[in-house]
């Protein structure tokens, strides 16, 4: 386990100077001078040659990446133009954002689509299958964005609208009478529509503020994970020892809690990694809808700002994060099936 691991280390430092070769050479290779283009075009020469000494762009090309990355690995990310802050601290303020956001949403991801994934799988063929397989075909289809925006309609929105309805009478205001205890529910939650409070107004006010953009987020990647799920359920079953629990007498609902799960989870921790980088990586969309002060927020500021310093270091640290992600999958792969540690 010890040599595999170490093996593991090895190729997760390997890519992590790769990945930072590819993220300061693109950089390098942007048309026109970076310092000119954070400042403007009416920016004065020496307002540019200032920058460009702060940038430390007048050094030789192998001297910048040397203290670019030394710099990164040291926890010092350069100091932002636009905010004039060091990025770590950016960093540091939104993470506090986007991190919960995406555990938020990964567990929730989990918890809909694992049993969902197992239903459909204990039905295969039936009514129940074909049900929950149709949802998760439209779940993988329809954008996160638009889920962010129904949800703010039905959960925000249409519990006061509905109140307007009861009052007119007719079909909608029978209609808005019948769900009216639903509708006091979510008027009684309070859920935001968009905005954040802060840590400091209260964990259960920062919250409330993430569990809309968090759905948002988690409904396609449910869609995702319980196809996968099902799918590597009913390759499992398939496979004779699992035909012999059967054949023994054992439930069929025990056999794929108990003997099929375990070997099918493989393909869906794999998933699981992709899906945990892809949230901490592709929050920008939905963290503008509900304009939330995330790491996606910043980047797309930084870019729209031409902060060139935080879009190189935040881009840097999501693909660290991704790496590491990969790198606790493939224990995770380990854990979860002693084979592969045999083999490798």
């Known amino acids: 386990m010890a040599v595999w691991l170490a093996s593991r280390l090895a190729m997760t430092a390997a890519t992590v100077l790769v990945a930072s070769l590819v993220v300061f050479g693109v950089m390098e290779v942007l048309p026109g001078d970076p310092a000119r283009l954070m400042l403007g075009m009416n920016a004065t ?15 030789p090309l192998p001297v910048r990446y040397w203290t670019w990355i030394t710099g990164f690995l040291t926890g010092d990310l350069g100091r932002s133009y636009t905010y004039g802050v060091p990025v770590a601290e950016l960093v540091a303020e939104r993470l506090a954002v986007s991190l919960p956001l995406a555990l938020m949403a990964l567990a929730l991801s989990t918890l809909i689509a694992l049993p969902v994934g197992l239903f459909a799988a204990s039905r295969h063929g039936k ?3 074909v049900a929950m397989m149709g949802l998760a075909q439209i779940g993988v289809a329809v954008p996160n964005f638009w889920f962010a925006i129904i949800l703010v309609w039905l959960l925000v929105l249409l519990p006061f609208q509905a109140q307007a309805w009861v009052a007119q009478g007719g079909l909608w205001g029978a209609l808005a009478t019948v769900l009216s205890p639903v509708f006091a529910f979510f008027q009684w939650l309070k859920l935001p529509a968009g905005g954040f ?22 409904l396609p990647q449910a869609a995702i994970l319980s196809r996968v799920t099902r799918s590597a359920l009913l390759e499992v079953l398939g496979e004779d020892y699992i035909r012999t629990a059967r054949a023994k007498g054992l439930p069929r609902n025990l056999v794929i809690r108990r003997h099929a799960l375990r070997n099918a989870l493989i393909p869906v921790i794999t998933i699981l990694g992709l899906q945990f980088s892809f949230l901490i990586a592709g929050t920008i969309i939905i963290e503008n809808v509900f304009y939330l002060p995330g790491l996606g927020r910043l980047v797309f500021q930084a870019i729209t700002q031409r902060d060139l310093i935080v879009v190189q270091s935040v881009t840097m640290l999501l693909v660290m994060g991704v790496i590491v992600v990969n790198l606790l999958t493939d224990v995770l792969y380990a854990i979860a099936d002693p084979r592969l540690r045999r083999a490798a």
């Open 45 to 59: 020469q020496d307002a540019v040659a200032a920058l460009r000494t702060q940038m430390g762009l007048d050094l």
């Open 127 to 129: 009514t129940g299958d």
């Open 197 to 218: 409070p802060g840590w400091e107004a209260g964990s259960v006010a920062a919250l409330k503020a993430l569990i809309l953009p968090a759905i948002a987020l988690a």
